[in-house]
């Protein structure tokens, strides 16, 4: 078997297993060896920022001297940018032998059902960072918390980002519901740091907190003080009842990224992490598809849901205020894409619109997509299935002072980094 096996392989299993809960996964870990037990691991769930703040976390637990496994979803371009240590992609040996090892581990147990694709995947970092013996490991929650495969870990910490409406067919359509799925990887007597925007997700939280007896530490928008904006960092100060940080920056030019790294930085903390160690960790970091400039003028981003969005015109409207906006959206099919359409016409008030697809199932026709814009937007909107060729097409019609931005589906994202890694490739 090769490389590209593994992977066409695991890619092909079904993203749902068959069998609801984690009692499933758990007896597999358990015939395995338990690998999930054997390192100590920080787990982190949210609806925006869970990504950033997994990568912040650890960077900076790499910087205190800690070899640290990183575990995240989804990938943009190679599968295996799912499982690092020290900012490191697992390589294409060490994971074809760990989807080998955890196949044919599989193949053997009798009376376990065949995982899903996320928890095979999951699996296989379990093992690869019990092997290859990490200090510390921090796991991102693939969809909601309270039944997703990563909440089997038991950690010393918990942080929940914040909370907003997305994924609601499977994790409810109110706020409070969404936060209810969040708060499930909270653990008896383990404490846990939230960044709260809303009273409806804070209530939730601390309701079910107090339940576990787990301590809760609450950021805020307000703790997270901007000193300084530059075209490539933010400069900023965390002050909340626990922390009265020194000064942090993190190598990025979205406003929503020092909220990230500023509860990585309080998590850290907590932790007993010195803030040289943050400090360094936060602008290590760096993570594609957030606010990512690719070429002169062009910015990549992965915002996906209406929170996301707003985050996302928050940054344009101070960083590009000067600027006219042309944009590149596409987005899949259980989003709400009535209300990005909305808000992104409203708060940018683009020049053109380009509209392209995602591939799969979870595809939306651009008709649909356009229809959206079209209620808001009086600008020229052009559409295209090949997203490369409607990228290409942005990027042509481009003038002096304008900014082209990219958002709307991480899938896109990936679509257009593929092909930008190509080019610096030659």
């Known amino acids: 078997m090769t490389y590209d096996d593994a992977v066409k392989a695991i890619l092909d299993i079904p993203k749902f297993a068959k069998k609801t809960g984690t009692d499933n996964l758990k007896k597999i870990l358990k015939e395995l060896g338990a690998p999930e037990k054997k ?200 002050n909340c009842e626990y922390y009265k940080s020194g000064l942090f920056s993190v190598s990025s030019i979205a406003s929503y990224q020092p909220e990230n790294g500023g509860l990585a930085a309080l998590t850290a903390h907590i932790l007993g992490i010195e803030d040289p160690f943050i400090k360094e960790g936060l602008m290590a970091m760096r993570m594609d598809a957030r606010m990512q400039r690719l070429f002169e003028n062009v910015y990549l981003d992965g915002a996906h849901n209406p929170e996301a969005i707003s985050a996302l015109i928050k940054t344009a409207g101070t960083s590009f205020k000067d600027n006219n906006i042309r944009l590149m959206f596409a987005v899949a099919n259980d989003k709400d894409y009535e209300e990005m359409a909305r808000l992104l016409v409203t708060g940018l008030s683009p020049r053109a619109i380009y509209i392209t697809a995602i591939g799969g199932e979870r595809r939306t026709a651009i008709k649909r997509v356009k229809q959206c814009f079209r209620s808001y937007a009086d600008c020229e909107i052009k559409t295209g299935e090949d997203a490369l060729g409607i990228f290409t097409q942005a990027k042509d019609d481009m003038k002096d002072g304008d900014i082209l931005l990219i958002v709307g589906s991480l899938y896109l994202a990936g679509d257009i980094l593929s092909e930008y890694n190509k080019r610096v490739d030659e």
């Open 39 to 238: 390192i100590k691991c920080i787990h982190v769930a949210g609806t925006n920022g869970k990504g950033s703040t997994t990568m912040y976390l650890a960077e900076t637990f790499r910087a205190a001297g800690y070899r640290t496994g990183a575990f995240t979803s989804p990938h943009l371009v190679k599968i295996n940018e799912r499982i690092r240590i020290n900012g490191e992609c697992i390589s294409d040996e060490d994971f074809l032998f760990e989807y080998q090892h955890v196949e044919s581990s599989i193949a053997s147990m009798e009376d376990v059902a065949y995982p899903s694709f996320f928890e095979f995947i999951f699996i296989m970092a379990c093992c690869y960072f019990s092997r290859k013996q990490v200090d510390m490991v921090i796991y991102e929650t693939g969809l909601g918390g309270r039944l997703d495969a990563t909440n089997v870990i038991t950690p010393l910490f918990s942080v929940i980002t914040s909370i907003g409406l997305d994924h609601m067919q499977y994790l409810g359509d109110t706020i409070e519901k969404i936060a209810y799925e969040k708060a499930g990887i909270i653990k008896e007597n383990i404490p846990v740091c939230f960044f709260s925007r809303d009273e409806d997700s804070e209530r939730v939280i601390k309701e079910v907190a107090a339940k576990r007896n787990s301590r809760l530490y609450l950021l805020k928008s307000d703790d997270i003080i901007t000193d300084k904006k530059t075209s490539k960092s933010i400069d900023f100060y965390v």
